[in-house]
């Protein structure tokens, strides 16, 4: 009975249009920043990893190096502090989490295969 109504409650709270994000695009995610009273977007660009959750708690993780040090973000794929994902490019990748390339550093870390549609 509770997740009925639990599941329920999630599908009102889903955004109307997401982009389909499968493990090993390049993304660019646009996220909004509360800077005081003022509002803006910031961009992350980088591959993602992980991709976890159902509904409503839907989340994936983006990682990007930065100077030589990995970075990674998590956001939630319904958040209205998340206005909008871009597919800049897709990978063919062979698992559904890219741990490894937490130890991969440069050139390295970008390695994956572009997916070509047939």
């Keep these: 009975m509770t997740h009925k ?20 695009d390049t993304v660019i995610v646009h996220k909004v920043i509360m800077e005081g009273k003022k509002q803006r977007i910031q961009r992350f660009q980088g591959t ?5 959750g159902s509904l409503s708690r839907a ?7 930065v100077d030589g040090v990995g970075l990674e973000k998590t956001f ?16 063919k990748v062979r698992r559904s989490k890219l741990y490894y390339l937490r130890d991969k550093i440069g050139a390295k870390a970008n390695r994956l295969k572009d997916r070509t549609e047939k």
């Excluded at 109504?5 to 090993?24: A, C, F, N, R, Y």
């Excluded at 993602?48 to 976890?52: A, D, G, M, Q």
Aim: charged share 35%; proline share 2%.
């Design 5 to 24: 109504i639990i599941e329920d409650i999630e599908k009102s709270q889903l955004k109307e249009s997401v982009e389909d994000i499968q493990t090993g």
């Design 76 to 91: 939630l794929l319904h958040s209205p502090l998340v206005s909008k994902v871009e597919i800049v490019k897709r990978s």
């Design 48 to 52: 993602v990893i992980k991709k976890k």
């Design 59 to 65: 989340s994936f993780t983006v990682r990007k190096i």
